[in-house]
């Protein structure tokens, strides 16, 4: 007699035969330049895939058949093929989810947008209000965003996200975000701030204190029902009740980022040297990277939690974020920095004044360029703290899957149907 199936997350985090979604940078290039810009974007790097690199990278993800791409960059839609790219990902049965600040969404590109069921659009905002926007993101992006969604929602889009990065600033304003959401039939997402890119810089300005940390978890609970936090906060289950999704770091297990010059990250917000996996140029292309690379194999393989095993909240959060931990200094084994419980901020006065790890390459308007030598990655492997790297894991058949639907709300469950077949890559 078989045993009951495993829960999800006791699947998932020994990793799945092809990510459910992954993280697509397609250029660093952007009109803004925001504090907290988690890839520090703002020129373009020559090196970035060309069209035809694009399109090789898509049809692999279709014969993975991994549900659909969350674009970003930088700000994508500067790219001059960028809504060719999108389109021939819908074409072959890749939903695309892309994160913009509105610049180039008219009212033409609106209408374009609306008559897909497999483009879903997040603009970002980072205020409610002009002044505790433009702080963050610059002058002027407050109003750019507003117009784009009314032009979406003019258009008949109905659905389109709200992006917006939680901050000490603006943690007061989730009943605000919320309104403008439902003003123009959009749906709000929060995100953690994470001290990565430029992030790393303003993270002690910006990230919430320990009582806004609480007030956000209250407010999640009492209404944020219809709330997309993309796990977000799966730190702030400590709390008590867990907060919908999957609970669970994904890097590498199910989600992953691809850059601008196709190299392979383990988490969109760990971009470093220590997470880099490949590079979809290498022999065998994004697949081989992603069922072979010893880092992902390290990452699938079961996890001690240290110091925060014997906490009792251990099992809701998980010991929180790897990326958080990493940029802070902490050791990934260790608390998260905004552990609930405190003992992250114990941690961070132990480690007080030791220099935490930088991330990789500023493409800021205004720094030199700190990137790598031009041409493919190939990166050595480095242990990252877990345990010492497995051999690669050969990766089963993925079965067939249904195609992926505009639901593409940064959840790794999103378009997974509650008894689809699910491959994981088996623990070694």
């Keep these: 007699m078989s045993g009951a199936p495993l829960p999800l997350v006791e699947q998932f985090q020994f990793g799945l035969a092809a ?21 520090s974007s703002g020129r373009r790097d020559p090196r970035e895939l060309s069209t035809a690199e694009c399109r090789a990278v898509i049809d692999e993800l279709e014969r993975m058949q991994v549900f659909y791409v969350n674009i970003g960059g930088g700000e994508p839609t500067v ?35 609306a008559a897909s069921d497999y483009v879903d659009v997040q603009i970002s905002l980072d205020g409610a209000t ?30 389109f996200k709200i992006s917006v990065v939680v901050t000490r600033h603006n943690v007061g ?14 749906q709000l997402r929060l995100t953690r701030l994470r001290p990565s890119g430029r992030g790393a810089d303003v993270w002690d300005e910006l990230h919430p204190t320990a009582q806004q940390q609480r007030d956000l978890y ?33 890097a590498g297990r199910v989600v992953c980022l691809i850059d601008p010059v196709g190299d392979v990250y383990a ?59 990493f ?43 700190a990137g790598r030598p031009a041409g493919p990655s190939r990166p050595v492997p480095v242990s990252i703290g877990l345990r010492p790297p497995s051999p690669a894991v050969p990766s089963p058949a993925v079965p067939a899957m249904r195609p992926p639907d505009r639901a593409c709300d ?11 077949p699910l491959i994981a890559l088996p623990p070694s």
């Design 19 to 39: 990510p459910i979604c992954l993280t697509w940078e397609l250029t660093y290039a952007c009109n803004l330049a925001c504090r907290h810009c988690l890839s």
């Design 130 to 159: 002009a002044d505790v926007n433009d702080a963050v993101r610059g002058p002027g992006s407050y109003a750019m965003a507003l117009d784009a969604m009314r032009n979406l929602a003019g258009a008949g889009f109905a659905g």
């Design 218 to 250: 209250d407010w999640l609970v009492a209404r944020g029902e219809q709330v997309l936090t993309g796990d977000s906060f799966f730190h702030l289950a400590a709390f008590g009740e867990a907060l919908p999704g999957l609970n669970l770091c994904g």
């Design 327 to 369: 940029f802070t200094g902490l050791p990934l084994d260790g608390p998260d920095p905004e552990c609930v419980k405190g003992h992250g901020g114990r941690a961070l006065l132990a480690h007080a004044g030791a220099s935490a790890p930088r991330p990789s390459g500023d493409h800021s308007h205004r720094t030199e360029r």
């Design 173 to 186: 304003q989730l009943d605000e975000f919320k309104a403008i959401a439902d003003r123009f039939g959009a």
């Design 410 to 420: 940064e959840n790794p469950l999103a378009g997974f149907r509650p008894g689809a």
């Design 79 to 113: 790219r001059s093929d960028f809504w060719e790219l999108v389109d021939y990902a819908t074409e072959h049965h890749v939903g695309v989810k892309f994160s913009t600040n509105g610049v180039r969404i008219t009212p033409a590109v609106a209408r374009r947008l």
């Design 267 to 325: 988490c969109p917000f760990a971009i470093h040297d220590n997470f880099l996996a490949g590079n979809v140029r290498g022999p065998g292309g994004f697949a081989a990277v992603w069922q072979q690379a010893p880092l992902f194999a390290e990452l699938r393989q079961p996890q001690g939690g240290g110091a925060c095993t014997s906490c009792s909240a251990y099992d809701a959060c998980r010991g929180g974020c790897m990326a958080a931990k």
